[in-house]
């Protein structure tokens, strides 16, 4: 498995990450915890070293499940976790809110070390920007706890370019994590190129469009009651019948590569910039071995510009949230 930095931090992964939210938490029933764990095993046999958590995934069951896959790996992965949300006061899944005050972040970083079984937080993320609370604020307390060696790296989870800039001038941010595929291209505009002045990394999540890149689901899939893709407007069954000419695209040009069209997505997101990491996620080993298998897909600048003209005939149906989750990001 290749590496890559992420930006000017040292932060060096491999090149393909592993998202374990769906292990846990929004994609139906949580999965078998051994089974899990042995994916998360296979995962660094393969070489993957970079995996993405957080805390309001469960609540906490996914960073319980990942510190203990990981524990026999500390100091050779990072992992990464994110604060920000304030959770149901039953405990139950979901969120309530937003809560970035410092005195909370401070609270989060403590629990999920505990939960991590690490000394130190690899890269550390606000899940979502908080309008209530300065970013400065926010900034000033990852700070706190990287001087205190309890975090390592400080990252951004669906921020604007403005609350880059502010955050980066307190304490530099290694990473951004935002949503980017071949059928989400919302951050090209303005963070893209506010990253790579910076030299801030970046980390496409849903990097398969939330399982629909993969090719394997129509207009008819039906997807378990507690599965979040129920309430997406881009997973109603009228927008995954128009969206499938992506999937016929990427099925297209992958044929000719000999890739499947995960991999092409994949393989697309990391021929944008050496320093993005994508982090599918999977509860299936084959699934996983495919998306390793997308670092080794070489795309040429023919190809891309091909994927790309083709992509910009295509419009894609359905917003990607709620509106009322959608008011959450880019703030």
């Known amino acids: 498995m290749q590496k890559r930095t992420l930006g000017k931090s040292g932060l060096e992964v491999s090149a393909v990450g592993l998202g374990c ?9 949580a999965a078998d915890k051994k089974k899990m764990i042995s994916l998360i095993h296979a995962a660094v046999e393969r070489g993957v070293t970079f995996f993405d958590t957080a805390e309001v995934y469960g609540p906490f069951i996914n960073e319980e499940l990942v510190g203990e896959a990981l524990e026999p790996f500390r100091g050779k ?15 139950s899944p979901g969120f309530e809110g937003l809560n ?8 989060v970083a403590e629990a999920s070390l505990k939960r991590l079984r690490v000394d130190a937080i690899d890269l550390f993320y606000q899940h979502r920007v908080d309008p209530d609370v300065a970013i400065e604020d926010v900034a000033g307390a990852v700070k706190g706890l990287i001087e205190q060696g309890k975090v390592k790296h400080f990252g951004l989870s669906e921020p604007g370019a403005k609350t880059i800039r502010r955050a980066h001038a307190v304490q530099p941010v290694t990473a951004v994590q935002s949503e980017y595929s071949v059928w989400t291209r919302g951050p090209e505009a303005e963070v893209l190129p506010t990253l790579e002045e910076l030299g801030i990394g970046f980390v496409p999540y849903s990097p398969l469009g939330k399982g629909f890149l993969t090719g394997k689901m129509d207009e008819k899939t039906t997807f378990d009651t507690n599965d979040f893709r129920n309430i997406l407007p881009r997973f109603t ?39 993005i990491v994508p982090i599918p996620g999977t509860t299936k080993l084959h699934r996983l071995e495919e998306n390793v298998g997308a670092a080794a897909v070489e795309l040429t600048a023919d190809d891309l510009r091909e994927i790309d003209s083709a992509a910009s005939k295509i419009e894609v149906q359905g917003a990607r949230y709620p509106e009322h989750i959608e008011r959450m990001t880019g703030l």
């Open 21 to 29: 939210m769906g292990m846990s938490f929004g994609y139906g029933p």
């Open 77 to 91: 992965v990072a992992i990464a976790t994110k604060f920000g949300f304030k959770l149901k006061a039953d405990g």
């Open 237 to 275: 069954p009228e927008a995954r019948k128009a969206n499938q000419a992506l999937i016929d695209l990427l099925g297209r040009i992958g044929e000719r590569k000999k890739a499947t069209p995960a991999q092409l997505a994949l393989a697309w997101l990391l021929a944008q910039k050496p320093w």
């Open 100 to 107: 970035s005050r410092p005195e909370r972040i401070k609270e």
